[in-house]
């Protein structure tokens, strides 16, 4: 596992040093974007430094008892005549017992650059990583001078503006001593303390969760088959898999409903067979059972082989095939997607016609029957 620390010297941060720990070791080089801090494994870290020019860091203690949004306006109707620009120009972030606020763009742009590595990333204030609580401290990296404050606030100049940005931190602050690690022997000699230089190597053993992380992962089409590392092959696969996924309710909804009207227009045809005054179905079921009960007991002695044209009336729309035999007095025929409330019908009121089913091989799907069905008759 390796730590990373990339600390941008510019608000335009096309200049960074990258400082890499391994194994106790310390190396620093200097890159011009994020894309060449190279690829990282899994485990390893990354601690991405925002200039302070591009933060701007409060003492703002939450009420617990109310909501973020509420917390998020108090805060900013403290700070809204102290913002350069608009209101909803920026991001407002919570740490503990500190607000910052950083423009939207700004925080979007790192966001998504920073998006594209493996492993841990924390976006972090630069003045933060240098903080110790309660206490004032001043770290120089480089030529840049990080002010961490003890409430949590900080800022950081070059070494052009220290002087200035000290009288200024010292008239408001006159009793301002702080902890100094620098190199800068006019700073020592100012607060009468020796060298200490600072060094990031203390950040590989402390508990990066205590910083403030602003990083926030920004998925897109292009990093998902960048972190993916899908083939062309794959990519197709997933887009066909896709289209299928949001294809497919569609289809079994037009089907569904394709099969309900073929369906009711069958139990229509049944009843309209029967009795051709029907106009509107109500209750299927019961209006079958009473046709059923109104139909003659004695029919088939009355009825002769004639009555099989009754039977194809109610079910010609779905005859594959049809043979009768008349030595056996039997027909033959191959039904296909006949509703089964129309089958069931023609099982139920057959041998009231003097044809009875003597055999049935038929299979039952979704309501509709396939097969072949062996009939009897008489023809005296």
Same mark, same amino acid.
């Given at each position: 596992?390796?730590?990373?620390?990339?600390?941008?010297?510019?608000?335009?941060?096309?200049? !960074?040093?990258?400082?890499?720990?391994?194994?106790?070791?310390?190396?620093?080089?200097?890159?011009? /974007?994020?894309?060449?801090?190279?690829?990282?494994?899994?485990?390893?870290?990354?601690?991405?430094? !925002?200039?302070?020019?591009?933060?701007?860091?409060?003492?703002?203690?939450?009420? #617990?008892?109310?909501?973020?949004?509420?917390?998020?306006?108090?805060? !900013?109707?403290?700070?809204?005549?102290?913002?350069?620009?608009?209101?909803?120009?920026? /991001?407002?972030?919570?740490?503990?017992?500190?607000?910052?606020?950083?423009?939207?763009k700004t925080l979007l742009d790192i966001n998504t650059s920073l998006s594209s590595l493996n492993g841990t990333i924390y976006l972090v204030p630069e003045y933060s990583i240098n903080h110790i609580r309660d206490i004032d401290v001043i770290s120089q990296i480089g030529l840049k001078y990080l002010f961490s404050y003890s409430d949590g606030t900080g800022f950081g100049v070059g070494e052009n503006f220290l002087d200035q940005y000290l009288d200024i931190v010292t008239n408001n602050k006159p009793d301002f001593h702080p902890t100094v690690s620098s190199l800068n022997n006019d700073l020592n000699k100012r607060f009468k303390i020796s060298n200490s230089p600072f060094s990031f190597l203390k950040l590989s053993k402390s508990d990066l969760m205590l910083l403030p992380n602003f990083f926030k992962l920004k998925i897109s089409f292009n990093l998902l088959l960048k972190k993916l590392a899908f083939s062309r092959s794959q990519i197709a696969a997933c887009a066909i898999s896709l289209i299928i996924l949001i294809s497919a309710p569609n289809f079994l909804i037009y089907k569904n409903e394709r099969n309900a009207k073929?369906?009711?227009?069958?139990?229509?045809?049944?009843?309209?067979?029967?009795? #051709?005054? !029907? #106009? #509107?179905?109500?209750?299927?079921?019961s209006q079958i059972d009473q046709l059923l009960k109104d139909i003659p007991d004695n029919l088939n002695t009355q009825t002769k082989l004639p009555n099989? /044209?009754?039977?194809?009336?109610?079910?010609?729309?779905?005859?594959?095939?049809?043979?009768?035999?008349? /030595?056996?007095?039997?027909?033959?025929?191959?039904?296909?997607?006949?509703?089964?409330?129309?089958?069931?019908?023609?099982?139920?009121?057959?041998?009231?016609f003097g044809i009875s089913i003597v055999n049935s091989d038929v299979d039952f799907k979704n309501g509709f029957v396939d097969g072949e069905i062996l009939l009897g008759f008489d023809d005296e």
């Open positions: 596992m390796s730590l990373y620390i990339a600390h941008p010297l510019d608000d335009f941060m096309e200049s !960074i040093n990258l400082y890499t720990f391994n194994e106790g070791k310390e190396l620093v080089r200097s890159i011009k /974007d994020v894309s060449e801090i190279g690829a990282l494994d899994d485990e390893d870290k990354l601690i991405f430094l !925002i200039p302070s020019s591009l933060i701007t860091s409060y003492k703002f203690i939450q009420n #617990k008892e109310l909501s973020t949004q509420v917390n998020l306006a108090n805060f !900013i109707s403290e700070i809204d005549s102290k913002i350069v620009g608009q209101v909803s120009d920026n /991001d407002y972030l919570f740490h503990e017992d500190n607000a910052f606020a950083i423009n939207k073929v369906y009711s227009s069958a139990t229509f045809d049944i009843f309209k067979t029967i009795n #051709k005054d !029907i #106009k #509107k179905l109500v209750s299927p079921k099989l /044209d009754l039977f194809y009336n109610l079910s010609s729309k779905y005859l594959k095939r049809s043979s009768i035999d008349l /030595d056996r007095s039997t027909a033959t025929i191959t039904v296909e997607s006949m509703p089964e409330l129309q089958y069931r019908f023609i099982q139920g009121a057959s041998s009231k």
